[in-house]
Protein backbone atom coordinates (compact mmCIF):
# COMPACT_ATOMS: atom_id res chain seq x y z
CA UNK A 1 0.00 0.00 0.00
CA UNK A 2 1.01 3.45 -1.06
CA UNK A 3 0.73 6.48 0.20
CA UNK A 4 -1.63 8.71 -1.44
CA UNK A 5 -0.79 10.84 -4.47
CA UNK A 6 0.18 14.24 -3.51
CA UNK A 7 -1.39 16.62 -5.97
CA UNK A 8 -0.69 20.25 -7.03
CA UNK A 9 -2.08 22.40 -9.47
CA UNK A 10 -0.25 24.42 -11.53
CA UNK A 11 -2.78 26.83 -12.00
CA UNK A 12 -6.41 28.26 -11.36
CA UNK A 13 -8.09 31.43 -10.96
CA UNK A 14 -11.83 30.52 -9.15
CA UNK A 15 -14.04 32.57 -7.70
CA UNK A 16 -12.64 31.28 -4.20
CA UNK A 17 -15.39 30.16 -2.04
CA UNK A 18 -16.17 27.02 0.94
CA UNK A 19 -17.30 24.86 -2.06
CA UNK A 20 -14.32 25.32 -3.98
CA UNK A 21 -12.04 24.40 -1.02
CA UNK A 22 -14.19 21.41 -0.16
CA UNK A 23 -13.67 20.60 -3.83
CA UNK A 24 -10.31 20.93 -3.85
CA UNK A 25 -9.89 18.64 -0.84
CA UNK A 26 -12.13 16.09 -2.07
CA UNK A 27 -10.24 15.87 -5.50
CA UNK A 28 -7.05 15.15 -3.38
CA UNK A 29 -5.63 18.19 -4.15
CA UNK A 30 -2.62 19.61 -1.39
CA UNK A 31 -1.38 22.92 -3.56
CA UNK A 32 -2.35 25.35 -5.60
CA UNK A 33 -1.01 28.06 -7.53
CA UNK A 34 -3.57 30.69 -6.80
CA UNK A 35 -3.73 33.45 -9.40
CA UNK A 36 -4.12 36.63 -7.32
CA UNK A 37 -2.89 39.12 -10.48
CA UNK A 38 -4.13 40.01 -14.21
CA UNK A 39 -3.58 43.56 -14.37
CA UNK A 40 -3.62 44.72 -10.42
CA UNK A 41 -0.76 47.72 -9.55
CA UNK A 42 1.07 47.39 -6.66
CA UNK A 43 -2.14 48.72 -4.76
CA UNK A 44 -4.54 46.55 -6.12
CA UNK A 45 -2.42 43.39 -5.36
CA UNK A 46 -1.90 44.24 -2.00
CA UNK A 47 -6.28 44.14 -1.85
CA UNK A 48 -5.86 40.55 -3.55
CA UNK A 49 -3.51 39.37 -0.94
CA UNK A 50 -5.89 41.09 2.25
CA UNK A 51 -8.63 39.15 0.12
CA UNK A 52 -6.73 36.11 1.01
CA UNK A 53 -5.80 36.34 4.64
CA UNK A 54 -9.15 36.66 5.45
CA UNK A 55 -9.89 33.92 3.21
CA UNK A 56 -7.30 32.18 5.56
CA UNK A 57 -8.93 33.15 8.49
CA UNK A 58 -12.64 32.24 7.57
CA UNK A 59 -11.55 28.89 6.09
CA UNK A 60 -8.63 27.61 8.55
CA UNK A 61 -10.13 24.06 8.42
CA UNK A 62 -9.73 24.16 4.56
CA UNK A 63 -6.87 26.12 2.99
CA UNK A 64 -3.75 27.23 4.48
CA UNK A 65 -1.03 29.90 3.25
CA UNK A 66 2.17 28.99 1.61
CA UNK A 67 5.66 30.12 2.57
CA UNK A 68 7.61 27.35 1.54
CA UNK A 69 7.05 24.19 -0.26
CA UNK A 70 6.68 22.09 3.32
CA UNK A 71 3.66 24.07 4.37
CA UNK A 72 2.10 21.52 1.37
CA UNK A 73 3.39 18.99 2.74
CA UNK A 74 2.03 20.17 5.91
CA UNK A 75 -1.36 20.58 4.34
CA UNK A 76 -1.45 17.13 2.75
CA UNK A 77 -0.94 16.18 6.41
CA UNK A 78 -3.82 18.10 7.51
CA UNK A 79 -6.15 17.31 4.98
CA UNK A 80 -5.76 21.13 3.81
CA UNK A 81 -4.92 22.66 0.43
CA UNK A 82 -1.90 25.23 0.73
CA UNK A 83 -2.18 27.59 -1.42
CA UNK A 84 0.46 29.65 -3.07
CA UNK A 85 0.17 33.13 -4.93
CA UNK A 86 1.38 33.76 -8.49
CA UNK A 87 0.51 37.24 -10.75
CA UNK A 88 -0.09 36.30 -14.04
CA UNK A 89 1.15 39.57 -14.93
CA UNK A 90 4.02 41.79 -14.09
CA UNK A 91 1.56 44.77 -13.16
CA UNK A 92 2.35 44.50 -9.73
CA UNK A 93 6.04 45.37 -9.49
CA UNK A 94 4.74 48.76 -12.01
CA UNK A 95 8.16 50.39 -13.01
CA UNK A 96 10.15 49.50 -9.53
CA UNK A 97 12.59 46.76 -9.61
CA UNK A 98 12.06 47.13 -5.87
CA UNK A 99 8.95 45.75 -5.70
CA UNK A 100 10.21 42.76 -6.65
CA UNK A 101 11.31 41.64 -3.27
CA UNK A 102 8.47 43.17 -1.51
CA UNK A 103 5.87 41.12 -3.05
CA UNK A 104 8.71 37.97 -2.41
CA UNK A 105 8.37 38.65 1.10
CA UNK A 106 4.54 38.83 0.82
CA UNK A 107 4.10 35.38 -0.35
CA UNK A 108 4.11 36.02 -4.12
CA UNK A 109 6.03 32.94 -5.61
CA UNK A 110 5.51 33.31 -9.22
CA UNK A 111 4.84 36.02 -11.89
CA UNK A 112 4.32 36.17 -15.45
CA UNK A 113 6.73 38.95 -17.43
CA UNK A 114 3.45 39.42 -19.86
CA UNK A 115 -0.28 38.75 -20.18
CA UNK A 116 -0.91 38.47 -23.78
CA UNK A 117 0.47 42.69 -24.41
CA UNK A 118 3.40 44.50 -24.45
CA UNK A 119 4.40 44.58 -20.53
CA UNK A 120 7.73 46.86 -19.22
CA UNK A 121 9.71 43.15 -19.44
CA UNK A 122 8.41 41.52 -22.46
CA UNK A 123 5.82 40.40 -25.77
CA UNK A 124 2.60 39.15 -24.75
CA UNK A 125 1.59 36.16 -27.29
CA UNK A 126 -1.01 38.56 -28.65
CA UNK A 127 1.40 40.86 -29.98
CA UNK A 128 1.81 41.34 -33.59
CA UNK A 129 6.15 40.79 -33.04
CA UNK A 130 7.75 39.92 -30.19
CA UNK A 131 11.56 41.57 -30.08
CA UNK A 132 12.01 40.08 -26.54
CA UNK A 133 12.85 40.76 -23.24
CA UNK A 134 12.98 44.58 -22.35
CA UNK A 135 16.25 46.60 -20.83
CA UNK A 136 13.74 46.33 -17.23
CA UNK A 137 13.36 43.19 -18.47
CA UNK A 138 16.81 41.96 -17.81
CA UNK A 139 17.30 43.65 -14.84
CA UNK A 140 13.80 42.38 -13.22
CA UNK A 141 14.84 38.56 -14.34
CA UNK A 142 18.32 39.05 -12.18
CA UNK A 143 16.17 40.47 -9.10
CA UNK A 144 13.41 37.51 -9.73
CA UNK A 145 16.70 35.23 -10.15
CA UNK A 146 18.03 36.42 -6.46
CA UNK A 147 14.67 36.72 -4.42
CA UNK A 148 13.58 33.38 -5.79
CA UNK A 149 10.47 33.93 -7.07
CA UNK A 150 9.64 32.00 -10.30
CA UNK A 151 9.55 33.45 -13.87
CA UNK A 152 6.39 32.06 -15.87
CA UNK A 153 5.93 32.79 -19.37
CA UNK A 154 2.85 31.28 -20.18
CA UNK A 155 1.03 34.50 -22.09
CA UNK A 156 4.24 35.24 -23.54
CA UNK A 157 5.86 35.67 -27.04
CA UNK A 158 7.94 32.77 -28.10
CA UNK A 159 10.85 34.84 -28.91
CA UNK A 160 10.04 36.53 -25.17
CA UNK A 161 9.85 33.09 -24.02
CA UNK A 162 12.97 31.32 -25.39
CA UNK A 163 15.20 34.83 -24.05
CA UNK A 164 13.58 34.39 -20.38
CA UNK A 165 14.52 31.05 -20.12
CA UNK A 166 17.88 31.92 -22.15
CA UNK A 167 18.19 35.30 -20.08
CA UNK A 168 17.37 33.49 -16.53
CA UNK A 169 20.38 31.88 -14.31
CA UNK A 170 17.56 29.78 -12.63
CA UNK A 171 14.95 27.45 -13.94
CA UNK A 172 11.41 29.11 -15.10
CA UNK A 173 7.97 27.48 -15.72
CA UNK A 174 4.94 27.56 -18.07
CA UNK A 175 2.19 27.37 -15.90
CA UNK A 176 -0.51 26.98 -17.67
CA UNK A 177 -0.41 25.97 -21.44
CA UNK A 178 -0.05 22.90 -23.77
CA UNK A 179 1.90 22.16 -26.87
CA UNK A 180 1.54 23.68 -30.50
CA UNK A 181 1.45 20.14 -31.56
CA UNK A 182 -1.82 19.07 -29.25
CA UNK A 183 -4.01 22.25 -30.51
CA UNK A 184 -2.87 25.65 -32.42
CA UNK A 185 -3.20 28.15 -30.36
CA UNK A 186 -1.38 31.53 -29.86
CA UNK A 187 -1.30 30.25 -25.88
CA UNK A 188 -0.30 27.08 -26.97
CA UNK A 189 3.60 26.58 -26.82
CA UNK A 190 6.22 25.29 -29.99
CA UNK A 191 8.17 22.15 -29.45
CA UNK A 192 11.62 24.98 -29.59
CA UNK A 193 9.87 26.65 -26.16
CA UNK A 194 9.00 23.02 -24.93
CA UNK A 195 12.64 21.90 -25.54
CA UNK A 196 14.43 24.95 -24.68
CA UNK A 197 12.29 24.73 -21.02
CA UNK A 198 12.84 21.15 -20.60
CA UNK A 199 16.45 21.43 -21.25
CA UNK A 200 17.17 24.43 -18.71
CA UNK A 201 15.12 22.17 -15.80
CA UNK A 202 11.88 23.92 -16.45
CA UNK A 203 8.47 22.30 -15.79
CA UNK A 204 5.39 22.88 -17.53
CA UNK A 205 1.68 22.51 -16.49
CA UNK A 206 -0.68 21.59 -18.75
CA UNK A 207 -3.99 22.69 -19.25
CA UNK A 208 -7.63 22.09 -19.62
CA UNK A 209 -9.06 25.31 -20.46
CA UNK A 210 -11.25 24.23 -23.43
CA UNK A 211 -9.84 27.21 -25.90
CA UNK A 212 -6.14 24.90 -24.99
CA UNK A 213 -7.86 22.03 -26.34
CA UNK A 214 -8.34 20.71 -29.99
CA UNK A 215 -12.26 20.30 -30.22
CA UNK A 216 -12.72 22.62 -27.01
CA UNK A 217 -14.77 20.83 -24.24
CA UNK A 218 -15.26 18.13 -26.97
CA UNK A 219 -11.66 16.96 -26.30
CA UNK A 220 -11.73 13.41 -24.47
CA UNK A 221 -9.42 11.82 -21.58
CA UNK A 222 -7.96 9.68 -23.60
CA UNK A 223 -6.84 12.53 -26.55
CA UNK A 224 -5.51 14.63 -23.57
CA UNK A 225 -3.65 11.80 -21.47
CA UNK A 226 -2.19 11.00 -25.14
CA UNK A 227 -1.01 14.47 -25.28
CA UNK A 228 0.49 13.97 -21.70
CA UNK A 229 2.63 11.08 -22.89
CA UNK A 230 3.79 12.82 -25.92
CA UNK A 231 4.79 15.94 -23.58
CA UNK A 232 6.92 13.76 -21.90
CA UNK A 233 8.31 11.98 -24.23
CA UNK A 234 9.17 15.27 -25.94
CA UNK A 235 10.40 16.87 -22.34
CA UNK A 236 11.59 14.17 -19.86
CA UNK A 237 8.79 13.06 -17.27
CA UNK A 238 10.62 15.53 -14.59
CA UNK A 239 9.32 18.57 -16.89
CA UNK A 240 5.55 18.16 -17.04
CA UNK A 241 3.10 18.84 -14.29
CA UNK A 242 -1.12 19.91 -14.03
CA UNK A 243 -1.88 23.50 -14.25
CA UNK A 244 -5.69 23.09 -15.18
CA UNK A 245 -6.02 26.85 -15.67
CA UNK A 246 -9.98 26.32 -14.27
CA UNK A 247 -11.91 29.66 -13.59
CA UNK A 248 -14.39 28.25 -11.85
CA UNK A 249 -17.03 30.04 -10.89
CA UNK A 250 -16.77 33.58 -12.58
CA UNK A 251 -18.87 35.37 -14.16
CA UNK A 252 -18.13 36.76 -17.63
CA UNK A 253 -17.51 40.06 -15.97
CA UNK A 254 -14.35 38.51 -14.93
CA UNK A 255 -13.30 37.22 -18.50
CA UNK A 256 -13.84 40.96 -19.64
CA UNK A 257 -11.32 42.50 -16.94
CA UNK A 258 -9.08 39.73 -17.51
CA UNK A 259 -9.39 40.03 -21.65
CA UNK A 260 -9.80 43.78 -21.23
CA UNK A 261 -8.20 45.27 -17.82
CA UNK A 262 -8.59 49.15 -18.66
CA UNK A 263 -6.24 49.32 -21.72
CA UNK A 264 -8.64 49.74 -24.42
CA UNK A 265 -12.15 51.29 -25.00
CA UNK A 266 -13.46 48.67 -27.20
CA UNK A 267 -14.33 45.23 -26.37
CA UNK A 268 -11.37 42.90 -26.74
CA UNK A 269 -12.37 38.80 -27.00
CA UNK A 270 -8.93 37.35 -26.53
CA UNK A 271 -9.34 33.69 -27.19
CA UNK A 272 -13.62 33.90 -27.62
CA UNK A 273 -15.02 36.45 -30.19
CA UNK A 274 -17.89 38.25 -30.48
CA UNK A 275 -20.40 35.38 -31.05
CA UNK A 276 -18.75 33.69 -28.33
CA UNK A 277 -17.26 35.96 -25.65
CA UNK A 278 -18.04 34.22 -22.79
CA UNK A 279 -16.66 31.28 -20.70
CA UNK A 280 -15.99 28.04 -22.33
CA UNK A 281 -17.38 24.81 -20.91
CA UNK A 282 -14.84 22.75 -19.37
CA UNK A 283 -14.63 19.22 -21.05
CA UNK A 284 -16.65 16.59 -19.27
CA UNK A 285 -14.02 14.59 -17.16
CA UNK A 286 -12.42 17.75 -15.88
CA UNK A 287 -15.35 20.26 -15.06
CA UNK A 288 -14.49 21.15 -11.28
CA UNK A 289 -11.62 21.00 -8.26
CA UNK A 290 -12.90 17.22 -7.42
CA UNK A 291 -12.09 16.00 -11.07
CA UNK A 292 -8.25 15.10 -10.23
CA UNK A 293 -9.23 11.83 -10.18
CA UNK A 294 -10.45 11.54 -13.37
CA UNK A 295 -7.17 12.92 -14.62
CA UNK A 296 -5.29 10.22 -12.40
CA UNK A 297 -7.44 7.35 -14.08
CA UNK A 298 -6.79 8.45 -17.59
CA UNK A 299 -3.09 8.53 -17.08
CA UNK A 300 -3.34 5.03 -15.43
CA UNK A 301 -5.58 3.88 -18.51
CA UNK A 302 -2.69 5.18 -20.66
CA UNK A 303 -0.14 2.92 -19.20
CA UNK A 304 1.50 5.91 -17.23
CA UNK A 305 3.31 4.00 -14.16
CA UNK A 306 2.26 5.71 -10.34
CA UNK A 307 5.92 6.63 -10.17
CA UNK A 308 5.67 8.99 -13.15
CA UNK A 309 2.03 9.95 -12.37
CA UNK A 310 3.23 10.86 -9.29
CA UNK A 311 5.46 12.96 -10.79
CA UNK A 312 3.00 15.00 -13.11
CA UNK A 313 0.00 15.05 -10.76
CA UNK A 314 2.49 16.72 -8.25
CA UNK A 315 5.48 15.72 -7.12
CA UNK A 316 7.02 17.68 -9.84
CA UNK A 317 5.52 21.04 -8.91
CA UNK A 318 6.77 20.48 -5.18
CA UNK A 319 10.17 19.59 -6.43
CA UNK A 320 10.66 22.51 -8.53
CA UNK A 321 9.34 24.67 -6.15
CA UNK A 322 11.14 23.68 -3.39
CA UNK A 323 14.61 24.43 -5.46
CA UNK A 324 13.31 27.79 -7.43
CA UNK A 325 11.75 29.56 -4.14
CA UNK A 326 14.90 29.25 -2.58
CA UNK A 327 16.50 32.76 -2.32
CA UNK A 328 19.82 32.66 -4.34
CA UNK A 329 22.81 32.93 -1.71
CA UNK A 330 25.49 35.64 -3.05
CA UNK B 1 8.42 98.14 -37.09
CA UNK B 2 7.44 94.77 -36.58
CA UNK B 3 5.76 93.82 -33.37
CA UNK B 4 8.28 91.75 -31.56
CA UNK B 5 9.01 87.64 -31.99
CA UNK B 6 6.65 85.08 -30.20
CA UNK B 7 9.40 82.83 -28.46
CA UNK B 8 8.03 79.29 -27.78
CA UNK B 9 10.64 76.72 -26.61
CA UNK B 10 9.13 73.00 -27.14
CA UNK B 11 10.79 71.54 -24.51
CA UNK B 12 12.71 72.88 -21.01
CA UNK B 13 12.85 70.80 -17.43
CA UNK B 14 14.77 73.38 -15.15
CA UNK B 15 14.27 73.44 -11.49
CA UNK B 16 11.88 76.19 -11.52
CA UNK B 17 12.27 79.08 -9.76
CA UNK B 18 12.01 83.23 -9.89
CA UNK B 19 15.50 83.46 -11.56
CA UNK B 20 14.42 80.87 -14.02
CA UNK B 21 11.28 82.76 -14.90
CA UNK B 22 12.70 86.38 -15.19
CA UNK B 23 15.43 85.02 -17.43
CA UNK B 24 12.67 83.40 -19.25
CA UNK B 25 10.97 86.98 -19.82
CA UNK B 26 14.25 88.68 -20.19
CA UNK B 27 15.31 86.10 -23.35
CA UNK B 28 11.92 87.19 -24.73
CA UNK B 29 9.88 83.75 -24.23
CA UNK B 30 6.02 83.94 -24.12
CA UNK B 31 5.39 79.79 -23.96
CA UNK B 32 7.17 76.81 -22.66
CA UNK B 33 6.56 73.12 -22.79
CA UNK B 34 7.29 72.53 -18.93
CA UNK B 35 8.00 68.89 -18.71
CA UNK B 36 6.41 67.30 -15.50
CA UNK B 37 7.17 63.71 -16.02
CA UNK B 38 9.44 61.21 -16.32
CA UNK B 39 8.91 58.38 -14.90
CA UNK B 40 6.09 59.82 -12.73
CA UNK B 41 2.66 57.59 -12.11
CA UNK B 42 -0.92 58.98 -12.18
CA UNK B 43 -0.35 59.69 -8.36
CA UNK B 44 2.66 61.26 -8.64
CA UNK B 45 2.11 63.06 -11.93
CA UNK B 46 -0.73 64.49 -9.87
CA UNK B 47 2.02 65.78 -7.70
CA UNK B 48 3.85 67.84 -9.94
CA UNK B 49 0.36 69.44 -11.23
CA UNK B 50 -0.09 70.89 -7.75
CA UNK B 51 3.46 72.06 -7.48
CA UNK B 52 2.82 73.64 -10.65
CA UNK B 53 -0.22 75.54 -9.28
CA UNK B 54 1.66 76.60 -6.24
CA UNK B 55 4.43 78.00 -8.67
CA UNK B 56 1.18 80.12 -10.50
CA UNK B 57 0.32 81.12 -7.13
CA UNK B 58 3.66 82.22 -6.51
CA UNK B 59 4.58 84.16 -9.55
CA UNK B 60 1.58 85.81 -10.62
CA UNK B 61 3.83 88.76 -12.04
CA UNK B 62 5.68 86.20 -14.08
CA UNK B 63 3.76 82.68 -15.07
CA UNK B 64 0.61 82.18 -16.21
CA UNK B 65 -0.73 78.46 -16.90
CA UNK B 66 -2.08 77.72 -20.50
CA UNK B 67 -5.65 75.97 -20.99
CA UNK B 68 -5.44 77.06 -24.62
CA UNK B 69 -2.94 78.51 -26.78
CA UNK B 70 -4.54 82.12 -26.75
CA UNK B 71 -3.42 81.80 -23.22
CA UNK B 72 0.03 82.06 -24.94
CA UNK B 73 -0.87 85.13 -27.02
CA UNK B 74 -2.27 86.65 -23.31
CA UNK B 75 0.81 86.00 -21.77
CA UNK B 76 2.70 88.12 -24.09
CA UNK B 77 0.88 91.02 -23.98
CA UNK B 78 1.31 90.95 -20.43
CA UNK B 79 4.79 90.10 -20.28
CA UNK B 80 4.54 86.61 -19.07
CA UNK B 81 5.80 83.30 -19.46
CA UNK B 82 2.77 81.10 -20.32
CA UNK B 83 3.37 77.38 -19.07
CA UNK B 84 2.05 74.13 -20.65
CA UNK B 85 2.56 70.52 -19.69
CA UNK B 86 4.00 67.93 -21.02
CA UNK B 87 5.23 64.18 -20.25
CA UNK B 88 8.00 62.54 -21.59
CA UNK B 89 6.85 59.38 -20.65
CA UNK B 90 2.99 57.72 -21.14
CA UNK B 91 3.90 57.01 -17.12
CA UNK B 92 1.12 58.72 -16.12
CA UNK B 93 -1.82 57.36 -17.55
CA UNK B 94 -0.14 53.52 -16.12
CA UNK B 95 -2.81 51.01 -17.77
CA UNK B 96 -5.58 52.85 -17.82
CA UNK B 97 -6.87 54.66 -20.97
CA UNK B 98 -9.28 56.69 -19.56
CA UNK B 99 -6.85 58.74 -17.81
CA UNK B 100 -5.64 60.35 -20.93
CA UNK B 101 -8.94 62.16 -21.06
CA UNK B 102 -8.27 62.69 -17.36
CA UNK B 103 -4.53 64.60 -17.90
CA UNK B 104 -5.54 66.18 -20.72
CA UNK B 105 -8.64 68.27 -19.06
CA UNK B 106 -5.87 68.71 -16.44
CA UNK B 107 -3.80 70.66 -18.66
CA UNK B 108 -1.16 67.73 -19.89
CA UNK B 109 -0.90 68.74 -23.81
CA UNK B 110 1.81 66.61 -24.72
CA UNK B 111 2.91 62.91 -24.14
CA UNK B 112 5.68 61.35 -25.20
CA UNK B 113 4.97 57.17 -25.76
CA UNK B 114 7.88 55.87 -24.13
CA UNK B 115 11.20 57.52 -22.20
CA UNK B 116 14.04 55.39 -24.19
CA UNK B 117 12.70 51.98 -22.70
CA UNK B 118 10.25 50.15 -24.00
CA UNK B 119 6.66 51.61 -22.48
CA UNK B 120 3.16 49.53 -22.59
CA UNK B 121 2.77 51.70 -26.04
CA UNK B 122 6.06 51.75 -27.94
CA UNK B 123 9.69 50.99 -27.82
CA UNK B 124 12.19 54.09 -26.44
CA UNK B 125 15.49 54.61 -28.30
CA UNK B 126 17.60 52.33 -26.15
CA UNK B 127 16.09 49.10 -26.59
CA UNK B 128 17.95 46.74 -29.22
CA UNK B 129 14.97 46.38 -31.04
CA UNK B 130 11.80 47.99 -31.99
CA UNK B 131 8.49 46.02 -32.66
CA UNK B 132 6.51 49.38 -32.77
CA UNK B 133 3.43 50.49 -31.43
CA UNK B 134 1.85 48.42 -29.10
CA UNK B 135 -1.67 46.62 -28.99
CA UNK B 136 -2.66 49.50 -26.08
CA UNK B 137 -0.43 52.22 -27.80
CA UNK B 138 -3.10 51.56 -31.23
CA UNK B 139 -5.58 52.42 -29.08
CA UNK B 140 -3.88 55.23 -26.82
CA UNK B 141 -2.93 57.19 -30.29
CA UNK B 142 -6.81 57.12 -30.96
CA UNK B 143 -7.53 58.26 -27.94
CA UNK B 144 -4.83 61.12 -28.22
CA UNK B 145 -6.73 62.17 -30.96
CA UNK B 146 -9.69 62.28 -29.77
CA UNK B 147 -8.87 64.17 -26.89
CA UNK B 148 -6.52 66.83 -28.61
CA UNK B 149 -3.35 65.41 -26.50
CA UNK B 150 -0.07 65.81 -28.92
CA UNK B 151 1.75 62.60 -29.28
CA UNK B 152 5.35 63.13 -29.12
CA UNK B 153 8.33 60.67 -30.05
CA UNK B 154 11.28 62.60 -29.07
CA UNK B 155 12.69 59.40 -27.23
CA UNK B 156 10.94 56.62 -29.03
CA UNK B 157 13.01 53.83 -31.62
CA UNK B 158 12.98 54.62 -35.48
CA UNK B 159 10.13 51.95 -35.96
CA UNK B 160 7.83 53.39 -33.60
CA UNK B 161 8.23 56.83 -34.49
CA UNK B 162 7.19 56.23 -38.22
CA UNK B 163 4.54 53.48 -36.94
CA UNK B 164 3.06 56.72 -34.60
CA UNK B 165 3.15 59.28 -37.14
CA UNK B 166 1.21 56.52 -39.42
CA UNK B 167 -1.52 55.42 -37.14
CA UNK B 168 -2.15 58.55 -35.31
CA UNK B 169 -4.98 60.72 -37.53
CA UNK B 170 -3.21 64.42 -36.39
CA UNK B 171 0.14 65.38 -36.80
CA UNK B 172 2.24 64.79 -34.00
CA UNK B 173 5.44 66.36 -32.94
CA UNK B 174 9.13 65.58 -32.38
CA UNK B 175 9.16 67.98 -29.33
CA UNK B 176 13.34 68.44 -28.83
CA UNK B 177 15.90 66.25 -30.90
CA UNK B 178 18.09 67.21 -33.69
CA UNK B 179 18.43 65.62 -36.83
CA UNK B 180 21.03 62.21 -37.41
CA UNK B 181 22.88 64.22 -40.13
CA UNK B 182 23.64 66.91 -37.58
CA UNK B 183 25.17 64.87 -35.02
CA UNK B 184 25.16 60.74 -34.74
CA UNK B 185 23.31 60.08 -31.35
CA UNK B 186 20.14 57.78 -30.53
CA UNK B 187 18.09 60.77 -29.55
CA UNK B 188 18.42 62.06 -32.99
CA UNK B 189 16.43 61.46 -36.11
CA UNK B 190 16.75 60.00 -39.39
CA UNK B 191 15.67 61.94 -42.50
CA UNK B 192 13.19 58.94 -43.39
CA UNK B 193 11.60 60.36 -39.54
CA UNK B 194 11.89 63.89 -40.55
CA UNK B 195 10.35 63.53 -43.59
CA UNK B 196 7.89 61.48 -42.69
CA UNK B 197 6.98 64.05 -39.79
CA UNK B 198 7.01 66.70 -41.95
CA UNK B 199 4.45 65.07 -44.66
CA UNK B 200 2.06 64.19 -42.05
CA UNK B 201 2.13 68.08 -41.14
CA UNK B 202 3.97 67.07 -37.82
CA UNK B 203 6.69 69.39 -35.91
CA UNK B 204 10.03 69.30 -34.87
CA UNK B 205 11.34 71.50 -32.23
CA UNK B 206 15.44 71.61 -32.33
CA UNK B 207 17.48 70.52 -29.27
CA UNK B 208 20.41 72.32 -28.06
CA UNK B 209 21.61 70.09 -25.03
CA UNK B 210 25.30 69.23 -25.47
CA UNK B 211 24.67 65.25 -26.16
CA UNK B 212 22.50 66.12 -29.37
CA UNK B 213 25.17 68.35 -30.81
CA UNK B 214 28.37 67.43 -32.97
CA UNK B 215 31.28 68.50 -30.69
CA UNK B 216 29.14 68.61 -27.41
CA UNK B 217 29.25 71.94 -25.44
CA UNK B 218 31.78 73.05 -28.15
CA UNK B 219 29.72 73.41 -31.25
CA UNK B 220 29.30 76.94 -32.63
CA UNK B 221 25.84 78.86 -33.15
CA UNK B 222 27.32 79.13 -36.95
CA UNK B 223 27.11 75.17 -36.93
CA UNK B 224 23.67 75.39 -35.45
CA UNK B 225 22.06 77.91 -37.34
CA UNK B 226 23.31 75.78 -40.15
CA UNK B 227 21.94 72.97 -39.38
CA UNK B 228 18.94 74.75 -38.84
CA UNK B 229 18.99 75.80 -42.50
CA UNK B 230 19.52 72.34 -43.44
CA UNK B 231 16.58 70.83 -41.60
CA UNK B 232 14.15 73.91 -43.30
CA UNK B 233 15.36 72.34 -46.35
CA UNK B 234 14.71 69.08 -45.82
CA UNK B 235 11.30 69.71 -44.16
CA UNK B 236 9.89 73.07 -45.16
CA UNK B 237 10.05 75.96 -43.04
CA UNK B 238 6.40 75.29 -41.30
CA UNK B 239 7.57 72.29 -39.63
CA UNK B 240 10.73 73.36 -37.82
CA UNK B 241 10.58 75.02 -34.08
CA UNK B 242 12.89 75.50 -31.34
CA UNK B 243 12.88 72.54 -28.29
CA UNK B 244 15.88 73.78 -26.25
CA UNK B 245 15.73 70.76 -24.00
CA UNK B 246 17.25 73.16 -20.96
CA UNK B 247 16.94 71.64 -17.70
CA UNK B 248 19.10 74.45 -16.32
CA UNK B 249 19.95 74.42 -12.29
CA UNK B 250 19.49 70.61 -11.96
CA UNK B 251 21.57 68.41 -9.29
CA UNK B 252 23.05 65.30 -10.67
CA UNK B 253 20.21 63.81 -8.59
CA UNK B 254 17.73 64.69 -11.27
CA UNK B 255 19.84 63.19 -13.77
CA UNK B 256 19.83 59.90 -12.39
CA UNK B 257 16.65 59.69 -11.71
CA UNK B 258 15.41 60.57 -15.45
CA UNK B 259 17.87 58.04 -16.60
CA UNK B 260 17.46 55.18 -14.29
CA UNK B 261 13.54 55.93 -12.48
CA UNK B 262 12.77 52.62 -10.57
CA UNK B 263 14.22 49.91 -13.03
CA UNK B 264 17.55 48.88 -12.60
CA UNK B 265 19.34 47.64 -9.22
CA UNK B 266 22.41 49.08 -11.01
CA UNK B 267 23.20 52.93 -12.63
CA UNK B 268 22.54 53.34 -16.00
CA UNK B 269 24.22 56.46 -17.90
CA UNK B 270 22.27 56.66 -20.49
CA UNK B 271 23.62 59.22 -23.07
CA UNK B 272 26.56 59.55 -20.18
CA UNK B 273 28.95 57.32 -19.41
CA UNK B 274 30.68 56.02 -15.79
CA UNK B 275 33.61 58.89 -16.82
CA UNK B 276 30.94 61.47 -17.57
CA UNK B 277 27.91 60.52 -15.76
CA UNK B 278 27.13 64.43 -14.91
CA UNK B 279 25.26 67.06 -16.73
CA UNK B 280 26.92 68.11 -19.80
CA UNK B 281 27.90 72.11 -20.60
CA UNK B 282 25.53 74.14 -22.76
CA UNK B 283 27.17 75.42 -25.37
CA UNK B 284 28.44 78.96 -24.81
CA UNK B 285 25.56 80.66 -27.45
CA UNK B 286 22.83 79.06 -25.35
CA UNK B 287 23.82 78.85 -21.36
CA UNK B 288 20.25 79.37 -20.64
CA UNK B 289 16.79 80.80 -20.68
CA UNK B 290 17.62 84.13 -21.51
CA UNK B 291 20.04 83.16 -24.61
CA UNK B 292 17.39 83.30 -27.26
CA UNK B 293 18.19 86.39 -28.81
CA UNK B 294 21.81 84.61 -29.58
CA UNK B 295 19.41 82.11 -31.61
CA UNK B 296 17.60 84.83 -33.27
CA UNK B 297 21.15 86.67 -34.07
CA UNK B 298 22.27 83.52 -35.03
CA UNK B 299 19.81 82.85 -37.61
CA UNK B 300 19.83 86.67 -38.86
CA UNK B 301 23.31 85.98 -39.60
CA UNK B 302 22.22 82.76 -41.55
CA UNK B 303 20.45 84.48 -43.71
CA UNK B 304 17.08 83.78 -42.73
CA UNK B 305 14.05 86.14 -43.20
CA UNK B 306 12.13 87.89 -40.37
CA UNK B 307 8.91 85.72 -41.34
CA UNK B 308 10.78 82.62 -41.36
CA UNK B 309 12.78 83.35 -38.12
CA UNK B 310 9.34 84.36 -36.41
CA UNK B 311 7.92 80.53 -37.17
CA UNK B 312 11.16 78.76 -36.27
CA UNK B 313 11.42 80.67 -32.61
CA UNK B 314 7.71 80.49 -32.40
CA UNK B 315 4.90 80.52 -34.29
CA UNK B 316 5.44 77.10 -35.45
CA UNK B 317 4.64 75.45 -32.71
CA UNK B 318 1.94 78.46 -31.77
CA UNK B 319 -0.03 77.29 -34.73
CA UNK B 320 0.41 73.64 -34.75
CA UNK B 321 -0.87 73.65 -31.20
CA UNK B 322 -3.76 75.63 -31.66
CA UNK B 323 -4.98 73.12 -34.05
CA UNK B 324 -3.90 69.36 -32.39
CA UNK B 325 -4.70 70.36 -28.80
CA UNK B 326 -8.35 71.56 -30.05
CA UNK B 327 -10.43 67.69 -29.48
CA UNK B 328 -11.93 65.91 -31.97
CA UNK B 329 -15.61 66.69 -32.89
CA UNK B 330 -16.86 63.03 -33.49
Chains 1, 2 share one sequence.
Not at 179 to 191: T, V, W
Request: aromatic share 8%.
Amino acid sequence: MHESLTVVDGLQYANWDRSIFEQLIAGGVSGVHATIVYHETCRETLLRIGEWNRRFEAYPELIRPVNDMDDIRRAKAEGRVGVFFGAQNCSPIEDDIDLVAIFRRLGLLIMQLTYNNQSLLATGCYEAEDPGITRFGREVIREMNRVGMVIDMSHSGRRSTLEAIDISTRPIVISHANPLFFHDAKRNKSEQELRALADSGGLLGLSTYAMHLPGGDRCTLAEYCDMVARTVDLMGIEHVGVGTDLCQNQPSETLTWMRNGRWSRTLDFGEGSAAQPDWPSQPSWFRGAGDYPNLTAGLVERGFERHEIARIMGENWLDFLTEATRPQSS
